[in-house]
T-cell receptor, first 112, second 119 residues
Framework: RKEVEQDPGPFNVPEGATVAFNCTYS??????FFWYRQDCRKEPKLLMS???SGNEDGRFTAQLNRASQYISLLIRDSKLSDSATYLC?????????????FGSGTRLSIRP | EAGVAQSPRYKIIEKRQSVAFWCNPI?????LYWYQQILGQGPKLLIQ????????DSQLPKDRFSAERLKGVDSTLKIQPAKLEDSAVYLC?????????????????FGPGTRLTVL
């Protein structure tokens, strides 16, 4: 099993819709998780951190399910500008430094 | 505040040639990372520096890749000789301390990357 797995998509949804995608991780010792956003041909940028059961920031909600070892990202009232690749990130729990492991990303496309 | 700077932005070389990338992290950031991102995949850590020391280079193909951060500020990544499968975007990132603790983790800030094409 890969350390971090994501549905690659693409998810193609109309503007205004709600969309959610999951990320599963293999190591139960992982304590904190992140979602990064990467626009086409741009660098990744931190979107949200998840340290406990979940986190909400405006239209974005990240939830953590430790029992099933997955985190999810929910986007409400989607905008055209939300079109991007969303990367799930899990810290390497065996690293004494700040090594993080990226998933392959989920592509999201919002249509007018 | 200036972000992470990288150069060049694009590079096209033939296989077996050499290439070098440069990165200047955010001022004051002690930790610097080099990632390789192949099309359709997430970034993969190649090497991590804490000041001028290597913290993790377990995924760096040391037979052809090398990196240095001599004065603990900017860094160079070199590939010699390049192979076709090295075609990717090479991302540099930095964080203030990089030290993990209590579940917290310093945010990594990425540069725009260098897109390498090996023909």
């Amino acid at each position: 099993r890969k350390e971090v797995e994501q549905d690659p998509g693409p998810f193609n949804v109309p503007e205004g819709a709600t969309v959610a995608f999951n990320c599963t991780y293999s190591n139960s010792a992982s304590q904190s998780f992140f979602w990064y956003r990467q626009d086409c041909r741009k660098e990744p940028k931190l979107l949200m951190s998840v340290y406990s059961s979940g986190n909400e920031d405006g239209r974005f909600t990240a939830q953590l399910n430790r029992a099933s070892q997955y985190i999810s990202l929910l986007i409400r009232d989607s905008k055209l500008s939300d079109s991007a690749t969303y990367l799930c990130v899990v810290p390497d729990p065996y690293s004494s430094a700040s090594k993080i492991i990226f998933g392959s990303g989920t592509r999201l496309s919002i249509r007018p | 505040e200036a972000g992470v700077a990288q150069s060049p932005r694009y590079k096209i070389i033939e296989k077996r040639q050499s290439v070098a990338f440069w990165c200047n992290p955010i001022s004051g950031h002690a930790t610097l990372y080099w990632y390789q991102q192949i099309l359709g995949q997430g970034p993969k850590l190649l090497i991590q520096f804490q000041n001028n020391g290597v913290v993790d280079d377990s995924q760096l193909p040391k037979d052809r890749f090398s990196a240095e951060r001599l004065k603990g500020v900017d860094s160079t990544l070199k590939i010699q000789p390049a192979k076709l499968e090295d075609s990717a975007v090479y991302l540099c990132a930095s964080s203030s301390s990089g030290l993990a603790g209590d579940g917290g983790l310093d945010t990594q800030y990425f540069g725009p990357g260098t897109r390498l094409t090996v023909l």
